[in-house]
């Protein structure tokens, strides 16, 4: 059994795979390997969502916090994934599908094709984005069984995969590439979320392509700009960025003021 059905939620049957072709087609997709393996064990939580003897089954995590309930995101029914598909199709890039929830409007999405393919976002009502959080559904499969108690939608804790900060040998050229195609679509389709997304992949050796966006018309894109490469301790970007903190009426000096404040050359 996956690892991740261990949380103490009110599991429903196994899918049919007539129920995960139907839900193909309402979702417009060819189901990644990972996904379709949850579902061959469980359509999902049931709508109740914690079983009745959650505390019982939790008995060893809980220890002395003996009030704390699970706080991994469930995984919603088929039904339910492709009903909130269709809700919400206009909202979000075409490439993207969301799949698990906690009931409190936050929610976790894969990236079903497209050069994110394969990659987990986490989208929270107080913050998260469209930016990968997760370089695959085993990884943040695996971040929940380890964490039970911690909320990947607030954990202050949790470091992101993207944007790297550290040159990644094993990774870098595949997210290079990856990165290149989401610019050559954010510019043709002025995309400022794609273009967040191409600027998180930009491996840490290449950094020098972000400094063009410190001067961006969307004050967003320079404020994205400006965390990677402060993240990074980037030292080109320094001076650039210590001349936005002190721009007068410049609506992206936050960020660079934030980032000053623990940056010192």
């Keep these: ?35 379709r ?23 060893g995590v809980l220890d002395e916090d003996e009030d704390a309930r699970p706080q991994a995101p469930f995984l919603m029914s088929l039904e339910e994934a492709a009903a909130w598909y269709v809700s919400t199709a206009e909202l979000f890039p075409a490439d993207l599908r969301f799949f698990w929830t906690d ?21 929270g ?11 695959t559904i085993p990884s943040f499969l695996d971040w929940v069984d380890a964490h039970p108690l911690r909320d990947v939608f607030t954990d202050g804790a949790l470091v992101p995969a993207f944007p790297g900060r550290a040159p990644d040998p094993l990774h870098d050229e595949e997210d290079w590439q990856r990165a290149l195609s989401l610019y050559q679509n954010a510019e043709q389709r002025e995309d400022n979320p794609r273009l967040a997304c191409a600027m998180a992949l930009t491996p840490y050796g290449q950094s020098s392509v972000l400094l063009p966006f410190l001067d961006h018309p969307d004050f967003y894109v320079v404020a994205r700009a400006v965390e990677i490469l402060a993240q990074r301790r980037y030292t080109p970007a320094y001076t ?20 000053m404040r623990t940056w010192r050359p």
């Design 37 to 59: 393996s949850l579902y061959e064990e469980h359509d999902g939580a049931g709508p109740q969502r914690l079983a009745s003897d959650w505390e019982e089954q939790w008995e």
């Design 1 to 35: 059994m996956q690892p991740y059905f261990n949380a103490p939620y009110d599991w429903r049957p196994a899918a049919t795979s007539e129920q995960l072709e139907a839900a193909a087609q309402a979702l417009e997709i060819t189901w990644p390997d990972a996904l």
């Design 103 to 123: 009931d409190n409007s936050n929610y976790v999405g894969v990236y079903v094709r497209g050069p994110l393919e394969g990659m987990v976002c986490v989208l």
């Design 240 to 259: 650039l960025i210590r001349e936005l903190a002190v721009q007068p009426g410049n609506r992206s000096n936050g960020a660079a003021e934030r980032a």
């Design 125 to 135: 009502h107080d913050g998260g984005g469209l930016v990968p959080v997760f370089r």
